[in-house]
């Protein structure tokens, strides 16, 4: 899994610019109807993967600062990082919950599991638990997340509608569900345009997992931002 949150109602907390732009999000081809990973391959290679997650070039387009701020996280949350890769968003988020607050970093690599454990420790983030999930269940606590941001990594999982129907499990009354991934299409940075899942499959299969989008945003140029809540 690669690399891996937005307001809890469209009718509260969009107090940004950047939430329900009006403007066109870019054109997507749209393909198949499946819901299994369209991209499999090892990242058991940490210092490979280290270069291309935490190259400091990724800020210009990933712009972390402003995901957190969208995300309009506080201290005291509970948060998960669904496919937490080598940690880029899980030390974001460590700092916008507070030592107070938790961050679940769940990958199904143990290599990479070992290194997020090894970075928590380097960086002082005492909030940050590292998860070794499975491939059909990210094991993470029933009933207790305000959040979980899942950045890169939903179109690397199998059996999509039953994995996201089980990570509900795992959400808090009023807990949320945040997708970023890429637009597709060719792009300047970002795997082949077949290993993408457009924008309206993820929302068909969100929804038909039990899911109501909440919120969009164009805040980034190269992938598209959803926020999702379980229906009642």
Known sequence: MKNQYFLIRTSTILTTVLWLSTAPLPAETIHAEHDDATAKHSFEDVERWSKVFDNPERDIWQKPAEVMQSLALKAGMRVADLGAGTGYFTRHLARAVGASGSVLAVEVEP????????????????????????????????????????????????????????????????????????????????????????????????????????????????????????EP
């Open 111 to 230: 290599n990479l599991v070992r290194h997020l454990r090894q970075r928590a420790e380097q960086e002082g983030a005492a909030n940050v638990t590292p998860i070794l999930g499975s491939t059909d269940n990210p094991r993470l606590p029933a009933g207790v997340l305000d959040l979980i941001l899942i950045v890169d990594t939903y179109h690397h999982i199998d059996d999509r509608l039953q994995y996201m129907r089980r990570v509900r499990a795992a959400l808090a009354p009023a807990g949320r569900i945040a997708i970023i991934d890429w637009y597709k299409k060719k792009l300047p940075e970002g795997p082949p345009v077949d290993h993408k899942i457009a924008s309206k499959q993820v929302i068909d299969e969100m929804q038909r997992a039990g899911y109501r989008l909440e919120a969009r945003s164009s805040l980034l140029p190269y992938q598209y931002f959803l926020i999702f809540s379980p």
